[in-house]
């Protein structure tokens, strides 16, 4: 449910649409991109993020990035997907919102008949970027809405505060869309809030952050708000120090509807397995806790009610 797919490019594949592409990589070999996967920070990680998806050009770019996470996805059990995507960071690079979406949705068209994958797509926007760029996306979009699920809002969190796309979002809530945010990831516990009174998101992106205000901890409770966390990106974007630091335990003691998550697989050390790994790992979680966490994602996803009962009956008979 928290899955950039431009942070799913391996550099494998990059340097393959570099050449079908004849884009130039500052990097001149597959260890080097690799080597530069030390990020101090949000921003230090976004960085090399953008530089990377500007490989990305046309519809079959799209469709093959996709459809080779969609793949390593199913190859690690994983039955849906909720793909984001950034598409700024491509309309300005001369990338048009048509060829974006139809790449996106041909590998999900695939994946569904392929791999017996169910998928959603999330169109997040740049906070990074003002609110009126980000309107303006929403507006182009509504020529595709019957291939989006929702919106999101992801990029350089500290001093972009939530509130500022609340138009947006309402906007997006108009079109009958669903809205997610990414708050509490680097950012204070207020931007949590923010983002639930301001833009009326029903799922909050990483939200570890919260354990700052036991009065937010204590709203999150009592509406069960999904948080959708991911502990590898944690450490990689040193939000945390180790896994062993990790607030993922805290968060369940305090009964909140959690779900682990990848973020960007590529960058981050793994997929969805790989995360929940280093949970059993550092915090010696049983069956029990993944499968709750299984089940918390399968409720709260954006999927058909069909799809929805089919799973929870497959997760209940493990
Ligand atoms: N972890 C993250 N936080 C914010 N924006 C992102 N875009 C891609 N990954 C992100
Ligand atoms: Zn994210």
């Known amino acids: 449910m928290h899955l950039h797919i431009e942070g799913s490019l391996e550099p494998e594949l990059m340097f393959d649409l570099a050449e079908r592409n004849g884009v130039s990589l500052v990097y001149d070999s597959v260890e080097a991109v690799r080597a530069a996967y030390a990020f101090d920070d949000l921003q230090a990680f976004l960085d090399l993020y953008y530089q990377g998806m500007a490989v990305l050009r046309t519809v079959d770019d799209f469709d093959d990035l996709a459809m080779a996470y969609l793949r390593r996805a199913h190859a690690e059990g994983v039955v849906h997907v909720e793909l984001s995507f950034d598409p700024q960071a491509h309309l300005l690079r001369g990338v048009s919102l048509a060829t974006q979406i139809e790449g996106l949705r041909r590998a999900m068209r695939r994946a569904a008949r392929e791999l017996d994958l169910s998928t959603a797509l999330i169109m997040s926007f740049l906070r990074d970027r003002p609110a009126a760029e980000a309107m303006q996306v929403l507006e182009q979009a509504n020529s595709h809405l019957e291939l989006i699920d929702a919106v999101g809002l992801d990029s350089a969190e500290r001093g972009n505060p939530p509130g500022q796309f609340a138009e947006v979002f309402a906007r997006a809530r ?107 790992e550092a915090f010696g979680w049983d069956e029990a806790v993944f499968k709750g966490l299984a089940r918390n994602a399968i409720e709260v996803a954006y999927m058909d009610d069909a799809r929805r009962l089919e799973l929870l009956a497959r997760i209940d008979a493990l």
């Open 174 to 280: 108009d079109l009958g869309l669903a809205r997610v945010a990414h708050a509490g990831e680097e950012g204070p516990a207020s931007y949590i809030s923010e983002a639930l009174d301001s833009l009326g998101v029903g799922r909050i992106d990483h939200g570890v952050c919260c354990l700052e205000d036991p009065a937010l901890v204590a709203r999150l409770r009592e509406a069960q708000i999904p948080l959708t966390v991911c502990p590898l990106s944690n450490v990689r974007l040193k939000v945390v120090e180790a896994m062993s630091d990790h607030p993922l335990p805290a968060l369940l003691d305090a009964g909140l509807k959690l779900t682990v998550n990848s973020d960007d697989p590529a960058y981050f050390g793994g997929g969805v397995l790989d995360n929940y790994l280093a949970c059993h």
